[in-house]
C-alpha cells in the first residue's frame, strides 16, 4: 500500500490526460488498438502468476530508477507544455518499469521485467504514424492479394481500393481497415506475450517467434484479401463483402494462431532436445547492488511534488476547436463556383467522415471542389484549429495517403499570397487514373502565412507553451492537369484561388 500511495499514485494523477488519450484511441472508430485493452488484465494475470517467486524478494527502493523514471517526466513535461498527448503517453512506456524499480529495487523484479514491458503495446502509435502505417500495409496487401488472387484464377483488376472483378462489373472495396494493421499490431502483442510470459525461457524461443509475428501477420492478410477476390468472382461482391468477409476473418485469425502455435511447438521441442547433452556452467548467485537506502516516502514527496503541476499543465488549455468555420466558405467567389457532390458521392464522404476526423483531430475542416468558366477544376481541402494545432500534418504525408506517387515537392515564393509568403507545391502522379496533379498548399493565422511546416510548427510551439492560442487553417489547393500543360500554368491558377480565398479564410478567424 505504501508503494502504491507514494510512488503509483501520484504518476496516475500526473499522467491523467495521458490515460485518457490512451483510451480515446484504443475506442477509436478505426479499431487498430482495441486489443490494448487486454493487455493491461494479462499483465496482471501474469504478475498474480509469479508471486510466489517475487514475493519472497524484501522491496528496497532504489535511487538509480530516477535515470529512467526522471527521462520519462521530461517527456511528459514536453508532451504536457507543447499539448502533444502522443508524446506525454509515449513517456508511459519507461515510466511503468521507472516506477516499478524506484518503489520495490532491482532484486524483487527479477524475472519480472518482461511484465513491464507490455506497457509497450498498450501505448497508441501517434496518428500520423498510425496513418502512414495503414497506407503502407495497406498498399502492399492490395497489391499483392490482387496478383495471387488472378494466379489462382480471380481475374481482377486493381483501380486504387477497388478490385473490379472482369466480367461481372462489380468492384471489391478494400476499406482502410483491412490493411492489416489491426491484425499486425494483435498478432505481434500475442507474438510477445507468448514468448515472454510463458514456455521456455530462451532467446532462441523469444526472439524468432517475436520476429515471425510481422510476416505471418501480413502474409495472412494478403491471403484473405486473395480469398475475398476468389468469393467475389465465385458467389459475387455481395457475399464476398458480408458474410464471405466474416468467415475470412476468422479463418486468418485461426491460421495466424495456428502457424505462431506450431513455430513455438517446434522451436520448444528443439530446446528440449538439446538441453540433456548441454553441460550446464555453474554460476554463483547473483548479489545486485542495491544502492544507497533511501525511504519511499522521500521518492514519494519528490513525485507527489512534480505530479501535481504536471496534471495542471496538462489540464490547463485555452479555449477552442468547438466551431465549424470551414462549412462557411463562400460557394461563389472570384469566376470559381463550387461543384456540388452527388448523392453517391456525399454518401461516400459521409462514410469516410469519421476517419477524416480522428486523422484530421478536428471536424472543423471541408473537402469541396470547385470549377471556373473554362472548366478548370480546383479541389480544396481547408482544415481550422485551434489548440489542436499539433494535429495539422504536412501535405506531403496527406497526398502520399491518396495513393498518389510524388515527383516534386518544394516550397516556392507566393508574393500574391504576401510579403515574403512561401507556398508547399507538390506535383504527384495518381495510381488510379494516371493524372498529374499539382498541389499547393499555405498555413496561416490572421497576420501570419507561409507553406513550410518546420515554420508552422515554430510558430505555433512557443505559443502552445505559454498557453497563447491562435486559430489558424490549412489550406489545400489540388488542381488536375491536362497532358502537356505546365507546371508554371497550373501553379498560377492554384496561387489565383489562393489568393481570394486567403482574406475570406481569415474573416472566419475573427
Same mark, same amino acid.
Given at each position: 500500500?505504501?508503494?502504491?500511495?507514494?510512488? @503509483?499514485?501520484?504518476?496516475?494523477?500526473?499522467?491523467?490526460?495521458?490515460?485518457?488519450?490512451?483510451?480515446?484511441?484504443?475506442?477509436?472508430?478505426?479499431?487498430?488498438? !482495441?486489443?490494448?485493452?487486454?493487455?493491461?488484465?494479462?499483465?496482471?494475470?501474469?504478475?498474480?502468476?509469479?508471486?510466489?517467486?517475487?514475493?519472497?524478494?524484501?522491496?528496497?527502493?532504489?535511487?538509480?530508477?530516477?535515470?529512467?523514471?526522471?527521462?520519462?517526466?521530461?517527456?511528459?513535461?514536453?508532451?504536457?507544455?507543447?499539448?502533444?498527448?502522443?508524446?506525454?503517453?509515449?513517456?508511459?512506456?519507461?515510466?511503468?518499469?521507472?516506477?516499478? #524499480?524506484?518503489?520495490?529495487?532491482?532484486?524483487?523484479?527479477?524475472?519480472?521485467?518482461?511484465?513491464? #514491458?507490455?506497457?509497450?503495446?498498450?501505448?497508441?502509435?501517434?496518428?500520423?504514424?498510425?496513418?502512414? +502505417?495503414?497506407?503502407?500495409?495497406?498498399?502492399?496487401?492490395?497489391?499483392?492479394?490482387?496478383?495471387?488472387?488472378?494466379?489462382?484464377?480471380?481475374?481482377?483488376?486493381?483501380?486504387?481500393?477497388?478490385?473490379?472483378?472482369?466480367?461481372?462489373?462489380?468492384?471489391?472495396?478494400?476499406?482502410?481497415?483491412? %490493411?492489416?494493421?489491426?491484425?499486425?499490431?494483435?498478432?505481434?502483442?500475442?507474438?510477445?506475450?507468448?514468448?515472454?510470459?510463458?514456455?521456455?525461457?530462451? +532467446?532462441? =524461443?523469444?526472439?524468432?517467434?517475436?520476429?515471425?509475428?510481422?510476416?505471418?501477420?501480413?502474409?495472412?492478410?494478403?491471403?484473405?484479401?486473395?480469398?475475398?477476390?476468389?468469393?467475389?468472382?465465385?458467389?459475387?461482391?455481395?457475399?464476398?463483402?458480408?458474410?464471405?468477409?466474416?468467415?475470412?476473418?476468422?479463418? !486468418?485469425?485461426?491460421?495466424?494462431?495456428?502457424?505462431?502455435?506450431?513455430?513455438?511447438?517446434?522451436?520448444?521441442?528443439?530446446?528440449?532436445?538439446?538441453?540433456?547433452?548441454?553441460?550446464?556452467?555453474?554460476?554463483?548467485?547473483?548479489?545486485?547492488?542495491?544502492?544507497? /537506502?533511501?525511504?519511499?516516502?522521500?521518492?514519494?514527496?519528490?513525485?507527489?511534488?512534480?505530479?501535481?503541476?504536471? +496534471?495542471?499543465?496538462?489540464?490547463?488549455?485555452?479555449?477552442?476547436?468547438?466551431?465549424?468555420?470551414?462549412?462557411?466558405?463562400?460557394?461563389? @467567389?472570384?469566376?470559381?463556383?463550387?461543384?456540388?457532390?452527388? !448523392?453517391?458521392?456525399?454518401?461516400? @464522404?459521409?462514410?469516410?467522415?469519421?476517419?477524416?476526423?480522428?486523422?484530421?483531430?478536428?471536424?472543423?475542416?471541408?473537402?469541396? =471542389?470547385?470549377?471556373?468558366?473554362?472548366?478548370?477544376?480546383?479541389?480544396?481541402?481547408?482544415?481550422?484549429?485551434?489548440?489542436?494545432?499539433?494535429?495539422?500534418?504536412?501535405?506531403?504525408?496527406?497526398?502520399?495517403?491518396?495513393?498518389?506517387?510524388?515527383?516534386?515537392?518544394?516550397?516556392? /515564393?507566393? /508574393?500574391?499570397?504576401?510579403?515574403?509568403?512561401?507556398?508547399?507545391?507538390?506535383?504527384?502522379?495518381?495510381?488510379?487514373?494516371? #493524372?498529374?496533379? +499539382?498541389?499547393?498548399?499555405?498555413?496561416?493565422?490572421?497576420?501570419?502565412?507561409? %507553406?513550410?511546416?518546420?515554420?508552422?510548427? #515554430?510558430?505555433?510551439?512557443?505559443?502552445?507553451?505559454?498557453?497563447?492560442?491562435?486559430?489558424?487553417?490549412?489550406?489545400?489547393?489540388?488542381?488536375?492537369? /491536362?497532358?502537356?500543360?505546365?507546371?508554371?500554368?497550373?501553379?498560377?491558377?492554384?496561387?489565383?484561388?489562393?489568393?481570394?480565398?486567403?482574406?475570406?479564410?481569415?474573416?472566419?478567424?475573427?
Amino acid at each position: 500500500m505504501k508503494a502504491f500511495l507514494w510512488i @503509483f499514485l501520484p504518476l496516475l494523477v500526473a499522467y491523467t490526460t495521458a490515460l485518457q488519450w490512451c483510451i480515446d484511441r484504443w475506442n477509436a472508430p478505426t479499431q487498430y488498438f !482495441e486489443h490494448c485493452w487486454l493487455v493491461p488484465w494479462i499483465a496482471a494475470a501474469a504478475i498474480w502468476a509469479r508471486r510466489r517467486s517475487w514475493s519472497v524478494q524484501v522491496a528496497n527502493p532504489d535511487g538509480r530508477a530516477w535515470w529512467m523514471l526522471g527521462a520519462a517526466l521530461l517527456l511528459h513535461l514536453y508532451g504536457a507544455a507543447l499539448m502533444i498527448d502522443s508524446a506525454s503517453a509515449a513517456s508511459m512506456i519507461l515510466a511503468v518499469p521507472g516506477a516499478a #524499480w524506484l518503489a520495490f529495487g532491482k532484486a524483487r523484479l527479477r524475472g519480472m521485467w518482461p511484465i513491464l #514491458w507490455l506497457v509497450l503495446f498498450a501505448v497508441p502509435t501517434p496518428i500520423y504514424v498510425e496513418g502512414r +502505417l495503414a497506407f503502407v500495409l495497406k498498399e502492399f496487401a492490395v497489391y499483392a492479394g490482387s496478383i495471387l488472387a488472378n494466379w489462382l484464377g480471380a481475374d481482377v483488376v486493381r483501380a486504387g481500393s477497388h478490385l473490379q472483378v472482369q466480367g461481372t462489373g462489380q468492384a471489391l472495396f478494400v476499406a482502410d481497415a483491412c %490493411g492489416g494493421l489491426r491484425s499486425l499490431l494483435a498478432m505481434v502483442t500475442l507474438g510477445y506475450c507468448l514468448a515472454f510470459l510463458v514456455g521456455i525461457p530462451r +532467446l532462441s =524461443r523469444r526472439v524468432p517467434l517475436l520476429l515471425a509475428t510481422v510476416p505471418i501477420a501480413i502474409s495472412a492478410n494478403v491471403v484473405r484479401i486473395a480469398v475475398l477476390c476468389l468469393q467475389a468472382r465465385w458467389f459475387g461482391v455481395p457475399f464476398a463483402e458480408s458474410t464471405g468477409h466474416t468467415v475470412a476473418n476468422i479463418a !486468418e485469425w485461426i491460421a495466424d494462431l495456428g502457424v505462431l502455435l506450431m513455430m513455438d511447438a517446434l522451436l520448444t521441442r528443439r530446446i528440449e532436445r538439446a538441453l540433456p547433452t548441454t553441460v550446464a556452467a555453474q554460476v554463483a548467485p547473483q548479489v545486485l547492488p542495491t544502492g544507497r /537506502p533511501r525511504s519511499l516516502v522521500c521518492h514519494g514527496v519528490l513525485l507527489w511534488a512534480l505530479a501535481l503541476p504536471l +496534471l495542471l499543465l496538462s489540464l490547463y488549455r485555452p479555449h477552442g476547436g468547438d466551431r465549424q468555420r470551414a462549412q462557411h466558405l463562400p460557394e461563389e @467567389f472570384a469566376g470559381w463556383t463550387r461543384i456540388e457532390r452527388s !448523392e453517391r458521392e456525399q454518401a461516400e @464522404f459521409l462514410k469516410a467522415l469519421p476517419r477524416w476526423i480522428e486523422l484530421l483531430g478536428t471536424p472543423d475542416f471541408t473537402w469541396q =471542389r470547385y470549377r471556373d468558366a473554362q472548366g478548370f477544376r480546383i479541389h480544396l481541402v481547408a482544415l481550422f484549429h485551434d489548440t489542436n494545432w499539433k494535429s495539422v500534418h504536412a501535405p506531403r504525408i496527406c497526398i502520399e495517403g491518396s495513393n498518389m506517387d510524388i515527383e516534386l515537392d518544394d516550397l516556392v /515564393p507566393a /508574393p500574391e499570397l504576401g510579403a515574403g509568403v512561401t507556398v508547399s507545391r507538390i506535383v504527384a502522379r495518381s495510381r488510379e487514373d494516371g #493524372w498529374r496533379y +499539382l498541389t499547393l498548399s499555405v498555413f496561416g493565422t490572421l497576420d501570419w502565412a507561409s %507553406g513550410s511546416y518546420a515554420e508552422f510548427s #515554430w510558430h505555433h510551439m512557443p505559443l502552445a507553451l505559454l498557453r497563447r492560442n491562435e486559430s489558424g487553417f490549412l489550406l489545400r489547393t489540388e488542381t488536375p492537369m /491536362p497532358k502537356g500543360e505546365a507546371v508554371e500554368v497550373a501553379q498560377r491558377r492554384c496561387v489565383e484561388f489562393l489568393s481570394a480565398l486567403l482574406p475570406k479564410a481569415r474573416e472566419l478567424l475573427r
